[in-house]
């Protein structure tokens, strides 16, 4: 399973851009129940949110067949240093739940200002939101 992406997307904000990277890996496998005869399961994701020079802020991963000994859903966090002396590092793996890939543009849009391209956007990610909540196979 490849993981490599030819350049993140970059999205307008309003104070330059932001870029967006995203991988996903799935496969389509046949249920036979409520769901219909086919559905796409998602098996992994990387979703990452950088700086318009590159620079990665946030990333979110989830590949449970991939190299790495953590294999459920987790946040790695740009170098942070803190007054404190506590430093988050890149490397480090902060546990979250799975993570829909509507929830990354909405916080693109909200937080890091991404101006959305449809004025009906909030609309788009909360019903792509609830279909995942909803066919979603384990919390």
């Known amino acids: 399973m490849s993981w490599s992406s030819p350049q993140p997307v970059l999205l307008k904000a309003q104070n330059g851009g932001v870029g967006l990277d995203v991988a996903m890996s799935y496969e389509i496998v046949q249920s036979n129940d409520e769901k219909g005869q086919w559905r796409v399961s998602v098996c992994g ?3 990452s949110v950088q700086t318009d020079d590159g620079t990665e802020v946030l990333a979110y991963h989830w590949h449970p067949l991939g190299n790495s000994p953590e294999t459920r859903p987790h946040l790695h966090i ?14 480090m793996h902060v546990p979250t739940g799975r ?37 979603r196979t384990w919390q």
Do not use: N
Not at 78 to 91: E, H, M, R
Not at 106 to 121: A, K, Q, S, T, Y
């Open 78 to 91: 740009g170098a942070i240093p803190s007054p404190s002396g506590l430093i988050l590092t890149k490397k």
């Open 45 to 47: 994701y990387m979703y």
């Open 99 to 135: 993570i829909a890939l509507e929830s990354v543009l909405r916080l693109c849009i909200h937080e890091f200002g991404v101006r959305p391209l449809r004025d009906d956007w909030a609309q788009i990610l909360a019903d792509g939101e609830d279909l995942f909540t909803m066919w």
